[in-house]
């Protein structure tokens, strides 16, 4: 058993390919999502033996706390150590996302949710306000409701298994898992053991139109929307002529192009509640 601190962003995706050199093989997160997303990158990037050998676990203490959520991981961190110890494991879907910052073409891997759009704006200023120190999903319910004052809802290209629409869209969300945002819902019908990502698309909805239908984000009903449409599939493409920000399991990444692709089973992990809510 090693222990291992992080002191900044990226820290865990070296430590975790440094471990899996030095022959460990489970991977405990003790933090948020994006620790666990870089526990996850670190397990992909690494050449020591194939993913599938990996087991990775989370004892929540972040802010959102959305993938252990699906799994009945408890927020009480001696629950979470019980998950841990009744050693269940199942296989675990990965998700893959290229897309463009300044330094070119880049690809990420997440386990639980991740998109492009409005999400990803929201998601951009609170990681900015979460590195100043405040974090909070008081915080992440403000820049929502702020962010639709400016938020412009773009033509976008949307290709879906070489399927190609266009639409004015407000957020596009891909999921393994079902929570993002602190317990919203996008991705409500998700599996994160199909071999499948489901797509949910917010078309043209207005401010008040958007405020209106919060509720809906969070009760698991968002795709009886007439505006939202749901997908489940292999791979997506995303492109507008306006560069759209995107982000991986909270983790605010570069801008489209983007694609997202699925990698059934790429990994284990511990579990509390097989039956997903």
């Known amino acids: 058993t090693e222990v291992r601190f992080t002191g900044r962003k990226g820290d865990a995706i070296g430590f975790s390919r440094d471990a899996a050199a030095e022959g460990f093989r489970k991977i405990i997160s003790v933090g948020g999502d994006g620790t666990l997303n870089e526990i996850v990158n670190g397990i992909f990037l690494q050449e020591a033996c194939p993913t599938t050998e990996f087991t990775v676990g989370m004892i929540p203490v ?39 910052s300044s330094a070119g073409q880049e690809k990420r891997y997440f386990i639980n949710i991740a998109g492009v759009g409005f999400e990803a704006v929201v998601v951009r200023k609170t990681n900015r306000q979460k590195d100043k120190g405040r974090s909070s999903q008081a915080v992440y319910l403000y820049n929502l409701i702020s962010s639709l004052v400016s938020y412009h809802r773009p033509v976008v290209n949307i290709t879906i298994d070489g399927r190609t629409t266009s639409t004015k869209a407000f957020s596009i969300n891909v999921g393994n898992g079902r929570y993002c945002g602190g317990g919203m819902r996008q991705t409500p019908d998700a ?25 809906i984000l969070y009760d698991g009903t968002i795709l009886s929307h007439p505006k939202i449409d749901g997908y489940r599939a292999n791979n997506l493409k995303v492109t507008c002529e306006t560069a759209l920000y995107a982000e991986a399991d909270g983790e605010s990444l570069g801008h489209t192009p983007a694609e997202f692709g699925i990698i059934p089973g790429g990994i284990n992990v511990f579990y509390g509640n097989r039956i997903i809510p």
Do not use: Q
């Open 191 to 215: 599996l994160p053991d199909d071999g499948l990502l489901d797509i949910t698309v917010i078309k043209d909805m207005g401010r008040i139109e958007v405020i209106k239908s919060l509720k």
């Open 62 to 100: 972040g802010t959102g706390n959305d993938w252990g959520r699906m799994f009945g991981i408890p927020l009480v961190y001696e629950g979470a150590v019980k998950v841990l110890a009744d050693n269940k494991v199942m296989p675990h879907d990965v998700g893959t996302i290229t897309y463009y």
